[in-house]
């Protein structure tokens, strides 16, 4: 039997009756995965709907939590995703891409009036994505969410300024 049977407790045949192979359970694990983060983000963010920053702020709290609470799914998240080759790290960008959206819905413009490109969201989130994987990868999961000041406003500034970004972590 091999190890991923021995661990799920079923036999290598139950195994293949629910997975094609080893490629396509972890295929179902990371997408389980990133489905409960984003149920998670949208627990955290049902009653700002329309309020960019509050929603912001909620999404990166609720994400930083699910994953300190959960170093397991952190990990397939955000480091084995990549380790996993082609098929999934395809799926990890689509997975970054969809919270690029969330972080652009409602956005207000630039401190200049201009438009905050998508190409700086995209920064942001793959940014994101990469500094807490390196923290998860460290062993650091469980403290990710201290994170939360330096997150937020890396992901607030590039619509608000640095000083009103500052002034919403203060306060929040």
Known sequence: MSLIGQRAAVSKSDFYKHF??????????YEAAIERI???LLAATSEHKMQ???????SIAALLGTLAADPALASI?????????????????AAVESFV???????PKAPDGGEVPEATDEAVVGGIASLLGRRVLAGEAEQIEQLLPEVLE?????H???????????AG
């Open 38 to 40: 984003r149920e998670e």
């Open 52 to 58: 960019w920053s509050p929603r912001v702020r909620d």
């Open 77 to 93: 998240a955000l480091v084995e995703g990549l380790r996993a080759g082609r098929g999934v790290y395809d799926r990890y960008q």
């Open 154 to 158: 890396f992901a607030l500034t590039p």
């Open 160 to 170: 608000l300024g640095t000083a009103e970004a500052r002034r919403i972590i203060s």
């Open 20 to 29: 094609e192979s080893k490629d396509d359970c972890f295929f179902a694990a």
């Open 101 to 107: 959206v969330c972080l652009r819905e409602g956005a």
